[in-house]
């Protein structure tokens, strides 16, 4: 089932929690909404779920109209970020709730609810665990069991607020991991919540990303890395480094520090922004760019060493005055970087917001450089 | 160290309290407890054990004749049946005026909330005269209540009035924290799962629910059976018909026949007692499993 959101509007007491948000979920998919708290995701998903009303707008599932319909029949299943497992009821009556919960005739007997449950069990790795309270799980056994729960009546659309908000990292990772297979496998239309881009990126079809009750942008999760259409976006997916300055004569400056940036035909201010892997470090300054910056902390945690540096002699934007560069082992064994050693940062890809234009060019300077270069695209 | 040491060491680790060196992080137990199970002595347990010694005079026979006369019988009789139906009454309206108190937002509420304990600071006897004026034949409630062919003053009905009115607060300010800690979220699961209003209510809410309403019920029942204030001056006290158990005690107690007095009160105190021990230890076990212990 696809679902269409038109035109959400909703107000908490004077806070605008959702300002006009309209959206198509596509069926079959698995879809992200990304935000930071406060940005209205969990309302939206609140109010597709009817767990909410809109103040104004509309939902649809596959063009039905079900803005009026309460929740519990728009046969959605909903799991919480806190399980809100029934902790009377053992794993298997809680299970079975959404089957008991069916009128009479619809309600399939006994032994077929029983039926329906131990295959549930079986597909969450828990049948050992029937017979235990709530209380006797762990989070990520709690988890399951809620997953368990809420598509046993074989809902067509799944909505999950920060379901694995609560988990420790490994549980989290197994989790994401088994949401995705469970996805594939029963192709429901999916809705998560998350405050994690990581989480987000990696999980879902598409990612919509929300802030201050607006839709920012909306894309897979590639090509919204790749190409984020506003500040916000950048920002909030994943670290960047950014230098502002001015556009003169084809080179932005600030300073002491200058980036070339080729193809831009804008003059006055701007903000260069770049992601970690978008730079490389050099021992001296580069053709087209004169970035100093000093190091502050190397930190070898990961498949990658990342580099922390401030800048010397000029000011970055944001993220307390400091660029991230990650670098490969390799880099690093050779080189050797320590703190307190001057670095030049040398761009490679980099994304120019100019003045209030909200679309960023990208400007590219390995392709400009003269010089026959061979480079690995991943 | 040799082994015994370390053994005698462990062992004072494990039992601070005995030595003397107190590894609590919290300051203050043995002061507290102290205090506490003093004060308990001076005004629990001395009377009770006055009552037991006072009881302990008589001889097992005296004893038995004192509390199985007929019409001691006949008080407990009365006593029982109108503690329950009271008891059982505030159950279902003292969880109504707590999920009302809970569940709602409306102008009052505060007032309603601060109503609610009035049974508890106002005194039980002004409450039976009250109660007594209302109810009587020509009384506000009364007039038309004999009308319909109801009397409730000077009835058993009237000692249910009473012990009603004596006991509300103990249902509500026993249900009312529980409903309060309710997560909104099982509502919104069960929900979600399609289940109706009613299903959710009886799968879901009553069973988070019931313990602290059993609890509430048996408190209400047995402040019922010792209520003397606001029964005898609605209760007309007709041997046989309408007279409370602890009216026996206080009748006794004007002959001055001490020793029959303790004798029946010591019925009352044990029926307490084995009630409000049984639901302690059966509320723990339903507890202990929800805590998955």
């Known amino acids: ?378 | 160290m040799s082994t015994a040491n370390q053994a005698s060491a462990a062992k004072s680790q494990r039992w601070p309290l005995t030595k003397g060196r107190s590894k609590r992080v919290l300051p203050g137990f043995g002061l507290s407890l102290g205090i506490s199970l003093f004060f308990i002595s001076l005004v629990l347990l001395l009377p009770l054990t006055g009552l037991v010694i006072e009881v302990s005079a008589m001889s097992l026979s005296e004893f038995w004749f004192v509390i199985t006369d007929p019409r001691v019988v006949a008080s407990y009789k009365v006593t029982a049946l109108a503690a329950l139906a009271a008891s059982l009454f505030n159950g279902a309206f003292g969880l109504l005026l707590a999920w009302v108190l809970v569940r709602y937002e409306f102008p009052g509420k505060r007032l309603i909330d601060a109503v609610v304990d009035l049974p508890f600071a106002l005194p039980t006897a002004v409450a039976g005269i009250t109660l007594a004026t209302l109810f009587a034949a020509n009384g506000w409630y009364g007039q038309f209540l004999t009308k319909l062919g109801i009397e409730v003053a000077f009835t058993p009905v009237g000692i249910v009035v009473a012990m009603v009115f004596t006991s509300l607060p103990f249902v509500v300010r026993t249900v009312q924290p529980v409903l309060e800690e309710l997560a909104p979220e099982d509502e919104e699961a069960a929900v979600s799962l399609g289940a109706s209003d009613a299903h959710v209510f009886r799968r879901v809410i009553f069973p988070a629910l019931w313990p602290a309403l059993v609890t509430g019920v048996a408190l209400s029942f047995t402040r019922s059976l010792g209520e003397f204030g606001a029964v005898i001056f609605i209760a007309g006290n007709m041997p046989y018909i309408s007279e409370v158990t602890s009216l026996m005690i206080f009748i006794r107690l004007q002959e001055y026949d001490y020793a029959a007095a303790s004798a029946i009160a010591s019925v009352i105190l044990l029926a307490s007692l084995v009630l409000l021990f049984a639901i302690t230890v059966w509320q723990a076990r339903y507890l202990k499993r929800l805590e998955g212990r």
């Open chain 1, 1 to 378: 089932m696809s679902i269409t959101v038109d035109g959400i509007k909703k107000r908490f007491g004077k806070f605008q929690a959702l300002n006009n948000v309209s959206l198509d979920i596509p069926e079959g998919k698995l879809t992200a909404l990304l935000g930071p708290s406060g940005s209205g995701k969990t309302t939206l998903l609140r109010i597709i779920a009817g767990l909410e009303s809109a103040d104004s707008g509309q939902i649809s599932f596959s063009g039905r109209d079900v803005t009026g319909l309460h929740v519990r029949d728009r046969n959605i299943g909903f799991v919480f970020q806190h399980y809100a497992l029934f902790r009377h009821m053992t794993v298997a009556q809680n299970i079975a709730f959404g089957l008991d919960s069916l009128p009479r005739k619809q309600r399939p007997a006994k032994a077929g609810i029983q039926k329906r449950v131990s295959e549930l069990l079986e597909m969450i790795q828990l049948p050992h665990l029937a017979q235990r309270y709530p209380a006797q799980l762990s989070g990520g056994q709690k988890q399951r069991v809620a997953l368990a729960r809420s598509i046993a009546t074989q809902p067509k659309i799944l909505l999950l607020d920060e379901p694995f908000g609560a988990l420790d990292a490994k549980v989290r990772k197994d989790l994401r991991r088994w949401l995705r297979n469970l996805h594939d496998e029963f192709h429901f239309t999916s809705i998560f919540v998350t405050h994690d881009q990581e989480e987000a990126l990696e999980l879902s079809d598409q990612v919509v990303v929300m802030s201050q009750g607006r839709v920012e942008q909306v894309n897979e999760p590639i090509e919204l890395y790749a190409r984020p259409e506003s500040r916000f976006v950048f920002d909030f997916l994943g670290q960047v480094n950014v230098i502002s300055g001015q556009v003169k004569q084809g080179s932005l400056n600030q300073g002491n520090a200058w980036v070339t940036v080729p193809g831009v035909q804008h003059k006055g201010d701007a903000q260069l922004y770049l992601r970690p892997h978008e730079v490389r470090l050099a021992t001296a300054p580069v053709a087209h760019a004169n970035l100093p910056l000093r190091i502050e902390a190397v930190s070898l945690i990961g498949s990658e060493v990342r580099v922390e540096l401030r800048p010397e002699g000029w000011q970055s934007e944001g993220s307390n005055n400091i660029w991230e560069v990650g670098i490969s082992h390799a880099e690093f064994n050779s080189q050797r970087p320590t703190r307190g050693d001057l670095r030049y940062a040398v761009p490679e890809v980099g994304h120019l917001f100019t003045g209030n234009d909200a679309q960023p060019a990208t400007v590219n300077w390995a392709e400009a450089e003269l010089a026959p270069r061979v480079r690995l695209i991943s």
